[in-house]
């Protein structure tokens, strides 16, 4: 069975303070790997895709990366504007998505 | 300016009574997809459509039902069988590539 593990649940950084978020899969035949942000109360926004090991995507403070097992959103000197729940998902074939539990992400100025 | 709309944003029912939940997309996308989320969990997938006239159900489709008449519109209807229809509703489309764009959401509350 495809499953989707985030860890952590929830991180508290200070305003600048760099960390990673993870993502932890197991699907037969990984056909591509998203990333969405979602503030409180509305739906999740597109940040990423990432298709093949070792490919990476950025924007703005925002790095994706993927290995054959995991992915990891990395978040450099974040701003106070950048908390949001960081949902991970992989399409476990027929174009359905199975969807990670989140991370919370706060940044205290 | 192109998108997904949901509407109501929030909706009250009492229990046994059916509603129907509105997502519209002039993105002229061809699937679409619905989705419940609940606190401290990830999304699951309730039915989706790849094609006018057509689709299929997800992981958690008991006590839902769907149509997709149109290519705009694929409206959810969640009946009284639903044993906890109190949720956050999503709804998303996709085009030929594999992201799926997402509505704001309906909160519907059932007492």
């Known amino acids: 069975e495809d499953q989707v593990t985030q860890s952590p649940e929830a991180l508290r950084l200070q305003e600048g303070e760099s960390s990673s978020l993870n993502c932890s899969y197991t699907v037969s035949g990984l056909r591509g790997l998203f990333w969405y942000r979602q503030d409180p109360g509305k739906g999740p926004e597109f940040l990423f895709t990432?298709?093949?090991a070792g490919e990476e995507k950025e924007k703005e403070r925002l790095k994706a990366t993927l290995t054959k097992k995991e992915s990891f959103l990395h978040i450099t000197a974040p701003k106070p504007e950048d908390s949001a729940t960081y949902l991970c998902?992989?399409?476990?074939?027929?174009?359905?998505?199975?969807f990670g539990q989140g991370t919370r992400l706060t940044i205290n100025p | 300016d192109g998108g997904i709309t949901q509407s109501p944003k929030y909706l009250f029912r009492k229990e046994g009574q059916n509603v129907t939940l509105s997502c519209e997309q002039n993105?002229?996308?061809?699937?679409m997809y619905w989705y419940r989320q609940d606190p401290g969990q990830g999304l699951r997938l309730i039915y989706y459509?790849?094609?006018?006239?057509?689709?299929q159900k997800g992981d958690i489709a008991e006590g839902y039902s769907v149509s997709r008449e149109k290519k705009e519109s694929f409206p959810l209807t969640v009946t009284s069988a639903q044993k906890n229809p109190t949720a956050f509703y999503l709804c998303?489309?996709?085009?030929?590539?594999?992201?799926?764009?997402f509505g704001p959401g309906t909160r519907l509350t059932v007492t």
């Open positions: 998303a489309s996709r085009d030929r590539g594999h992201e799926q764009y």
């Open positions: 993105l002229n996308h061809d699937a």
């Open positions: 459509s790849q094609i006018v006239n057509d689709f």
């Open positions: 998902a992989v399409d476990q074939g027929a174009q359905k998505l199975v």
């Open positions: 990432l298709y093949s």
